[in-house]
């Protein structure tokens, strides 16, 4: 299984991004596809996770109504949809999979190489 995040960068406060996680290597189905961050000095933790197989999603609280993860089948694709941006969103986005139910502690099998979001005040 392989992930790789892309579409991080350098933003305003306000501002959106989208990430991107490519998964090849196996099919999803039954899989939960994650993103986790982790700013400096910080552990790293749960943004939000959508079920491959029907949709379901969870967020943390301080992202939600924010960003949206969605899933696109026909591309193995998982995108996080980040509006309204702050600074405090500055990390390290990693996309995560695993297998069963949804969790938010970082105990998921296959992750990808990060990618980099900086939020400006």
């Known amino acids: 299984v392989q992930l790789q995040a892309s579409g991080g960068g350098l933003v305003q406060a306000g501002g959106s991004l989208r990430l991107s996680c490519a998964a090849s290597g196996r099919t999803f189905s039954g899989y939960v596809m994650g993103w986790f961050r982790q700013a400096p000095g910080k552990e790293r933790e749960f943004v939000a996770a959508?079920?491959?197989?029907?949709?379901?999603?969870h967020y943390t609280h301080s992202v939600k109504d924010r960003f949206t993860i969605s899933r696109d089948d026909a591309k193995n694709m998982i995108y996080l949809q980040m509006n309204s941006l702050k600074p405090e969103d500055t990390a390290v986005y990693y996309c995560?999979?695993?297998?069963?139910?949804?969790?938010?502690?970082?105990?998921?099998?296959?992750w990808g190489q990060g990618t980099q979001v900086t939020v400006s005040s």
């Open positions: 959508i079920l491959w197989t029907g949709g379901s999603t």
């Open positions: 995560a999979a695993k297998t069963g139910i949804i969790s938010t502690s970082p105990s998921y099998h296959y």
